[in-house]
C-alpha cells in the first residue's frame, strides 16, 4: 500500500461557516507527515473526519485503502489516535484504561494483557499500574494517552498536538517514541504548534490556513522557497539607543528585529550585510559579541504562508520602545 | 502482528458488554446516577403515598414501575454528558465497531442498571408486604422491555449535545414527569376521561404499570399483549431514533 491516508475534498461546514475547504493529500505509508496551522485553521476538524469522529459535508477519505465512512470498521482497524486533549477514562487505572482500549479492538484476553504489559513497561508506568489515573500527571496522561492508540499495533497513528503544554522530559520522552515508532514502520500523522518540532521530525509537512491548505511539501523544499527570508543575526556588547532603526536602515536589509539582546536584520544579501555590519561596528566603536547568517526556518515559511505576521504588524503602533520584540523595515532593503 | 479478529457478530457483542461493564464500573455509584435513579423515584413514590392511607402492598406496582422508568433512563444522560466532556465518549467513534453497538452497550448500562434498582421494591413487597408474583411471565417481560425502552429513551435524550448532565436531565425530565400524570401511576386508567385514556395509551410507562399489576394478579387496562407490544415498539424507535440523532451529531462536530 502506496498510500496509508488519502484525503479528497475533504470539506467541513458548521451551519455558513466554512470550517475546511476541499482539502486533498496523501500520506505515504511509513511516512511522518506534519499538518501546521495557526488556531482554527481546520487542523483538528481535519483529524476528526480521518478518524471517523466528524462526518464529512462533501469529499472522502481512506484509511490504508479503507474508505472511513462506507468501510469503517476496517478503516479504524488501521489506526490509532490520540487527540488534543488526553482522553483517559480517569476513574480508571492505567491498566484498566488499556485493558478496555484492547476490549474495543476486539483483542483476545491474552494478547491485549501482554500488550499492556509491554506498554506499559515502554512508557515506564508499569510500576503504577494500579493507581486511578485521575492522579497522575498530565505527560503521565499523555503516555498513557498513546499507550492506548498503539494497543492494536495499528498502521497509523493520529497525534494531535501530542506534545502541547508537556514538561521537557514528557516531550523528549514522546518525541523519542514517534521516531521509533517511524523506524518500525508505523506512519506518522501529526498536527504541531511547535513548528521547530514538525522540522526536525517530519518528512512532509503541510500547512493549512482558513480551511485550505497552503502547500505541502518536505520542510527544506518548503524552507528554500523562501530565500528571502534569509537573515544575520547580531549581538553586540552594548547598543546606543537608535540601533535598531540604524541597522534598519543599512543597505540591502529589508527588515530589523529586536530579539531579546540580539538584532535579527532580513536580507536576500547576507554577505553584503555582514560587511554593512562590520563598517557600522568600526565608525560606531562598537564591539561585536556573536553574529551569524540564518538561513530560512519553517516558522518563517509558517508565518510567511498563513500571514500571522501581518496581525503582529497591526498591533505595532501600541508598542513601546521597551517591547521585547521591536522591528524596523527598510523598504530599500527590497529594491 | 494484528490482533486476531473474529465473528463479526460475536465481536460487536463483545464491544458492546465491555462499554456496559465500564460504565457499570465507572458510573453507577457517580452521584447524578444515585440521585436521578434512585433517590428521585422513590421520593416521588413517599410523596404520594405517605399520609393517604393507601394499601402500600397494592401499591408495589406502581414503585416498581417508577424506579424502572427514572433508573433506566437516567444512566445514558448522566454517563454520555460526562463522557462527551472528558472526549471519552470520541474514543468510541474511533474504534473499530459500530455505532449500535456502542449504542447496545450504553442502553445495556441502562437495562442492568434499572434491573437492579427495581429487584428491590419486588422483593421489599414481597417479605414486608406478602406481595405475590402471580405471573412471572409478565413480571420478566415487564422487567426486559420496560427497562430496555426506558433505557434507549435515556440514550435518545442524551444525543442532545450537551457537557454537562444538567443539559440533558432537564429536557428528559420534563418529558419524565408529566408522564407520571397519565400513565395510572397516581390515577388508574380507568378512572380517566376517554380522551386522557387515548393520550395514557401513548405513554410507554402505562404499560409498564399495566404489566407490573398484572405480574401481581391485578389488572391492566389495556390488556398484556398490547403493553408488550407497545412496549417493544417504543424500544424499537427509542433505537432507531438514537442512532439518527448520533449521525445526526457527527455531521454537526
Known sequence: MDNAIKASNLTKYYGKFLAVDHVSFEVKSGEVFGFLGPNGAGKTTTIRMLTGVSIPTEGTASIMGYDIRRQSVSAKEQMGIVPD??????????????????????????????????????????????????????????????????????????????????????????????????????????????????????????????????????????????????????????????????????????????????????????????????????????????????????????????????????????????????????????? | MKAVHRSHVGRELRVAWAIAAKDMRTYYTQPPSIMFGILFPFTLFLAFTIGRNLPLAEQIPILISQTLFFASSSIGPVVIPLERADQTFDRFLTSPVSLLSILMGKTLGGIIYGTLISIIPVLVGIIVFGSQITNLAALIACFALSSLAFSALGILFASIPGQTVGQVMMPLNFVRIPLLFISGVFTPIGQLPVWMQAVSFLSPLTHTVGLASYASGGETFFGPVLNVIVLGAYAAVFVFVSIHFNIMNQRKQ
Open chain 1, 85 to 335: 486533549v488526553s482522553n483517559v477514562y480517569k476513574d480508571l487505572s492505567a491498566w484498566d484504561n488499556l485493558i478496555f482500549t484492547g476490549k474495543l479492538y476486539d483483542m483476545p484476553k491474552a494478547f491485549r494483557e501482554s500488550r499492556a504489559e509491554e506498554l506499559l513497561k515502554m512508557f515506564g508506568l508499569y510500576e503504577r499500574r494500579k493507581e486511578r489515573v485521575k492522579g497522575f500527571s498530565r505527560g503521565m496522561k499523555r503516555r498513557i494517552c498513546i499507550a492506548m492508540a498503539l494497543m492494536n499495533r495499528s498502521s497509523i497513528i493520529f497525534l494531535d498536538e501530542p506534545t502541547s503544554g508537556l514538561d521537557v522530559q514528557s516531550v523528549l520522552i514522546i518525541r523519542d517514541l514517534i521516531r521509533k515508532l517511524n523506524q518500525q514502520g508505523l506512519t506518522i500523522f501529526i498536527t504541531t504548534h511547535n513548528i521547530e518540532e514538525a522540522s526536525q521530525m517530519c518528512d512532509r509537512v503541510a500547512i493549512i490556513n482558513h480551511g485550505k491548505i497552503a502547500t505541502i511539501d518536505t520542510p527544506e523544499k518548503l524552507k528554500s522557497t523562501v530565500e528571502s527570508l534569509q537573515s544575520v543575526e547580531v549581538a553586540f556588547e552594548s547598543a546606543p539607543q537608535n540601533i535598531l532603526k540604524e541597522l534598519g536602515e543599512l543597505p540591502q536589509v529589508s527588515e530589523a528585529v529586536k530579539q531579546g539582546d540580539k538584532f535579527k536584520l532580513f536580507t536576500r544579501e547576507p554577505s553584503s550585510v555582514l560587511a554593512s555590519i562590520w563598517n557600522y561596528t568600526q565608525s560606531n566603536n562598537l564591539k561585536l559579541l556573536t553574529i551569524n547568517t540564518v538561513g530560512p526556518s519553517l516558522e518563517d515559511v509558517f508565518v510567511n504562508l498563513t500571514g500571522i505576521k501581518l496581525a503582529t504588524e497591526q498591533e505595532e503602533p501600541e508598542k513601546t520602545e521597551n517591547d521585547k520584540t521591536q522591528k524596523i523595515t527598510n523598504m530599500r532593503g527590497n529594491q
